[in-house]
C-alpha cells in the first residue's frame, strides 16, 4: 500500500492568500483558527490536487483572491513510495480564465486531463456543507457517492463528463424542437453505453464499500451502515448483461422523446439515481437519525472507503476533514484520530480551538491559522 502526502503547499492569489509556501508532515495537520480565518481555504487548496471543482464548487472566478489579476495557482510537492512529484493546477496563465480554465502541470510539463493527478493521490472530503446529505437533494448523495467511485476508478470522471456532455446535447435538440431521428440515435446511443458503465460503476463501488463496512466492530464510535442504489439502470446490474442494459436503455430514451421534450430535460438515466443510507445498528434510515448520528455515519463511510481505497487502489486517500470534530464528545474524537492514524493516511483537519484535538498532541502537526497567515501552534 502507497503512503502519500502532501510535504510542500504552494498558493498565489488564492482566497483570502497572497502567497503561501506551508511545509507539511505527514499524517495528521490540524488547523485552528478562528472562523473567517482561512482554514477551509487551505482544504479547498488541496481538493483542487483531484479532478472537478473542489469542495465547494465554486467557480474558478470566484477562487481567486479578489482584486487581484492573472488568476490563482496551487502547487504541491507530493511525496510517498512513488516517489517524489510536483503538481500543478490554477487559472494562471490561461487565454481564457473561467469554469474551464482551470490547468494541470504535472513535473512542469503540461497535462491532458486532470485526471491524471490520480495517479499520484486521491483526495476525499467531508465538509459542514454535507451534514444535510440525507436529508437533502438526490443530486448531493449521487455526488458524494461519484466522489467515492473515482477515487477508486479514476476512469469513472470522465465517463460522467462524457454522458453529462451526450444529455446537454439531447436536452438541447428536445428544447430545440429538433425532429433529427439520426442525431437522437447516435446521442442516445452514446448516453446509453456511458450510462451503463456509470451505473455499473458505482453498483461496483457499493459492493465492495459494503464488504469493508461489513469489517467495521458491530458496536463503536462510527456506526455501521447499510448502502443501496435507487435507479432504473442501477437496479439491473447485477440481474443482466451490460449489453442488454445498455439496448434497453436506448430504446426507453427514444420512446420518451416527447415526454422528455415537454419536461424540457431527460427524465430518465443515471443522473437520477440515488444513494440511499440506513443505520445499521438501529435498521433506521440515514434521514432520520439525529445530526449527530448523521455525522457518526458519514464519518464510518468515509473511513471504509479510504480503507478499501488502499487495498484496491493501492493509494490511501489524502482526507480533508473539516470542523469535523463539531458534533463529537471527546471519546468519539479520540477514537477517529486513532483510526486515522492506523490508516497511516494524511487527513488535514480544522477547528476553532487546539483543545478540540488534544489527544494528537505530540502526534499531530498544529498550524494556526489567520487571516492569511500561518504559524506554528504554541503549546500543540
Known amino acids: ?18 502567497a503561501l509556501a506551508l511545509d ?8 485552528t483558527g478562528e472562523n473567517g480565518a482561512g482554514k477551509t481555504n487551505l482544504l479547498e487548496a488541496i481538493s483542487f490536487l483531484t479532478p472537478g471543482r473542489g469542495l465547494r ?4 472566478g470566484d477562487v481567486a483572491r479578489e482584486n487581484s489579476t492573472g488568476g490563482f495557482t496551487v502547487h504541491a510537492t507530493i511525496d510517498g513510495d512513488n516517489g517524489e512529484v510536483e503538481i500543478g493546477t490554477g487559472t494562471a496563465g490561461t487565454e481564457r480564465p ?21 495517479e499520484w493521490l486521491r483526495v476525499v472530503w467531508l465538509t459542514p456543507s454535507m451534514d444535510g446529505l440525507f436529508t437533502g437533494p438526490a443530486a448531493d448523495r449521487r455526488r458524494f457517492l461519484d466522489r467515492l467511485v473515482l477515487a477508486i476508478d479514476s476512469s469513472h470522471g470522465q465517463r460522467a463528463l462524457d454522458y453529462e456532455k451526450a444529455m446537454r446535447s439531447r436536452n438541447r435538440l428536445l428544447t430545440e424542437d429538433s425532429r433529427d431521428r439520426g442525431w437522437f440515435e447516435a446521442i442516445e446511443t452514446q448516453m446509453a453505453e456511458t450510462g451503463v ?16 463496512i461489513g469489517k467495521m466492530p458491530d458496536s463503536g464510535p462510527f456506526p455501521q451502515a447499510d448502502i443501496n442504489l435507487a435507479g432504473g439502470l442501477e437496479s439491473q446490474i447485477d440481474q443482466r448483461a451490460a449489453v442488454e442494459i445498455e439496448e434497453d436503455f436506448r430504446r426507453r430514451l427514444a420512446e420518451g422523446r416527447e415526454r422528455d421534450r415537454a419536461a424540457g430535460r431527460t427524465l430518465e438515466g443515471p443522473h437520477r439515481a440515488d444513494l ?27 473511513l471504509s472507503h479510504a480503507r478499501l481505497c488502499g487495498e484496491i487502489s493501492g493509494m490511501v486517500p489524502i482526507l480533508l476533514l473539516d470542523e469535523i470534530a463539531a458534533h463529537f464528545d471527546a471519546g468519539r ?6 483510526i486515522l492514524e492506523e ?16 489527544s494528537l498532541k505530540g502526534k499531530a502537526q498544529f498550524l494556526t491559522v489567520d487571516h492569511g497567515s500561518i504559524r506554528p501552534t504554541e503549546d500543540a
Open 276 to 302: 440511499l443510507v440506513s443505520h445499521r445498528p438501529k435498521a433506521m434510515p440515514a434521514e432520520f437519525c439525529s445530526t449527530g448520528e448523521q455525522k457518526a455515519l458519514m464519518v464510518g463511510l468515509v
Open 197 to 212: 458503465a456509470i451505473a455499473a460503476a458505482r453498483a461496483e463501488t457499493i459492493r465492495l464499500l459494503t464488504a469493508m
Open 333 to 338: 474524537r479520540a477514537a477517529l484520530f486513532q
Open 343 to 358: 490508516l497511516g493516511c494524511q487527513a488535514f483537519m480544522t477547528g476553532t480551538e487546539p483543545v478540540l484535538f488534544s
Open 1 to 18: 500500500m502507497v503512503s502519500t502526502y502532501i510535504r510542500k503547499l504552494r498558493l498565489t492569489n488564492f482566497r483570502n492568500y497572497v
Open 98 to 118: 473561467g469554469e474551464t480554465g482551470r490547468r494541470v502541470r504535472i513535473n512542469a510539463a503540461n497535462s491532458k486531463s486532470a485526471d491524471d493527478m490520480l
Open 57 to 60: 464548487r465554486a467557480p474558478y
Open 24 to 31: 507539511l508532515q505527514p499524517g495528521a495537520v490540524v488547523f
